[in-house]
């Protein structure tokens, strides 16, 4: 079992940047993938990025350049660092875990956080 807690999130402007950050517990973090999903209102959830156990991160092609996915298994941290902010990023950011095999969808994740909010205005 893991639990995960999002922070980070905020209101900025665009061109402004935010860092998010989901904490893990619970056992053997290190096998786990971790990944970032956005859902704005009345969209589906998509895909942001993830993160292997060896550390190598894979990106949507609408925030490539822009977001770097990053992890402290020593601290059980996953950080989702997001630059270059565009009103289109607003969304709730949630963090996601699985063991083993990166995936890009959702419903392969076994594990949720509550999530946090961005909203970059204009």
């Known amino acids: 079992q893991v639990q995960l807690v999002e922070s980070g999130g905020g209101l900025v402007q665009a061109g402004d940047s935010l860092r998010l950050s989901c904490a893990a517990s619970g056992r053997a973090f290190t096998i786990y993938v971790m990944a970032w999903f956005r859902q704005a209102p009345g969209k589906e959830r998509e895909f942001v990025a993830h993160?292997?156990?060896?550390?190598?991160?894979t990106y949507a092609d609408s925030v490539k350049g822009r977001f770097t996915i990053s992890r402290d298994n020593a601290k059980n941290t996953v950080l989702l660092q997001m630059n270059s902010l565009k009103p289109e990023d607003t969304a709730k950011y949630y963090c996601?875990?699985?063991?083993?095999?990166?995936?890009?969808?959702?419903?392969?994740?076994?594990?949720w956080g509550q999530g946090t909010q961005v909203t970059v205005s204009s």
């Open positions: 993160i292997n156990n060896f550390g190598g991160g």
């Open positions: 996601a875990a699985r063991p083993y095999g990166s995936r890009t969808t959702g419903t392969e994740y076994d594990y």
